[in-house]
């Protein structure tokens, strides 16, 4: 095999590897993009996007339009082979879950009354509840929140202003960045 055609296999796995990865997180977080991330930042460290790095990506999806966990996917895709590697997670990661929905929707506007549906339903936001205080978490720790003090006075003021007075999102989000700016 020469060595074109050995760089050739080399990115078909990597493309392969991108697909498998994107594809069980698609089928296997129910919950939306928050609930993702804790498996995103887990196949994102396979493939070198660490620490602060995926933190920034967060942010960065989060504000972009489009679902989080969809904006990672292709952000991890593209980092790893470009614009294929790109279109490659994000199909991986909604095409499972669009199936998913079509064939379960009918089910579900079927049963939706039923009991047992309704203590399935429970029981599964407490999971994605837990889902998202473990991305968060995780996400602190990577960032050194309860060691950097501006950064803990950043996140206890918005979440302050998010909760307590229940001020929109965007306003926050760049309050949060115009203090980033003036503290860092």
Known sequence: MGNREGQEAGAHLILLDIALAFLLIGLLSLGGGYAMIPLLQREAARFGILGKEFCNV???????????????STYTGYKVAGVLGAIVATASNVGPTAALML??????????????????????????????ASAAILMAEAIGLCSDYRAMAIFLAALALGYRRGIHPIPLILAAGAAGLLLY
Do not use: Q
């Open 58 to 72: 967060v942010a960065i999806a989060e504000m972009t339009p489009g679902p989080v966990g969809v904006n990672l």
């Open 103 to 132: 064939a379960i929707s009918k089910l579900f506007y079927r049963f939706r009354a039923d009991a047992h549906v309704e203590r399935f339903l429970s029981g599964f936001r407490l999971v994605v509840i837990g889902l998202m």
